[in-house]
Antibody, heavy 119, light 109 residues
Framework: EVQLLESGGGLVQPGGSLRLSCAAS????????MRWVRQAPGKGLEWVSS????????YYADSVKGRFTISRDNSKNTLYLQMTSLRAEDTAFYYC????????????WGQGTTVTVSS | QSALTQPPSASGSPGQSVTISCTGT?????????VSWYQQHPGKAPKLMIY???ERPSGVPDRFSGSKSGNTASLTVSGLQAEDEADYYC?????????FGTGTKVTVL
């Protein structure tokens, strides 16, 4: 069964850091680009970051550029999101998702992990 | 990276059709045939319903269809069923970035 399982969320103070992980199973992880998408409480979806299958290409939303770093370890079938200089507006549910193919949408999503930035 | 514009709500009776629009610009929706649609039930992860404007992943009923004209994409749900009541989001490739729509809550009357 194709599955994504996020972990690492929690409560952090403004200016703090957190690393999210997304463990993949049931597919050839290195063959697929991956994305992080977030959803603030009661709000819509927001693309955060993307990474190619090899990890050689990464992309970020303007709202997180310079603060967040996406990476992957294909030997461990795991995707990461390192978040630094966290702000209250980063409070959201964070999903990792597998891309069906280039430009063709996200066909597998994790259950999400909650990040709360508050003092 | 401005959000694509969707109507906040749409509704229809069981068996009827509902169409949701998704308006962007020539830099996203109008510039690429890479529009996707997602269904999200409360407390659940989004589910891919349409990709590449009008392609359906396996397992998605053919009641769901997509189209695009210029800078506006559309999702049509035909033969509405109670389980179709959910939030729907469009998304488009925008040149090394991706943008989601504002979301539409579909209510089955």
């Amino acid at each position: 069964e194709v599955q994504l399982l996020e972990s690492g969320g929690g409560l952090v103070q403004p200016g703090g850091s957190l690393r999210l992980s997304c463990a993949a199973s049931g597919f050839t992880f290195s063959s697929y680009a991956m994305r992080w998408v977030r959803q603030a409480p009661g709000k819509g979806l927001e693309w955060v970051s993307s990474i190619s299958g090899s990890g050689g290409s990464t992309y970020y939303a303007d709202s997180v550029k310079g603060r967040f770093t996406i990476s992957r370890d294909n030997s461990k079938n795991t995707l990461y999101l390192q978040m630094t200089s966290l702000r209250a507006e980063d409070t959201a549910f964070y999903y990792c998702a597998k891309i069906l193919a280039a430009g063709k949408g996200m066909d597998v999503w994790g259950q999400g992990t909650t990040v709360t930035v508050s003092s | 990276q401005s959000a694509l514009t969707q109507p906040p709500s749409a509704s229809g009776s069981p068996g009827q059709s509902v169409t949701i629009s998704c308006t962007g610009t020539s830099s996203d929706v109008g510039g690429y045939n890479y529009v996707s649609w997602y269904q999200q039930h409360p407390g659940k992860a989004p589910k891919l319903m349409i990709y590449a404007v009008n392609e359906r992943p396996s397992g998605v009923p053919d009641r769901f269809s997509g189209s695009k004209s210029g800078n506006t994409a559309s999702l049509t749900v035909s033969g509405l069923q109670a389980e179709d009541e959910a939030d729907y989001y469009c998304s488009s490739y925008a040149g090394n970035s991706y943008v989601f729509g504002t979301g539409t809550k579909v209510t089955v009357l």
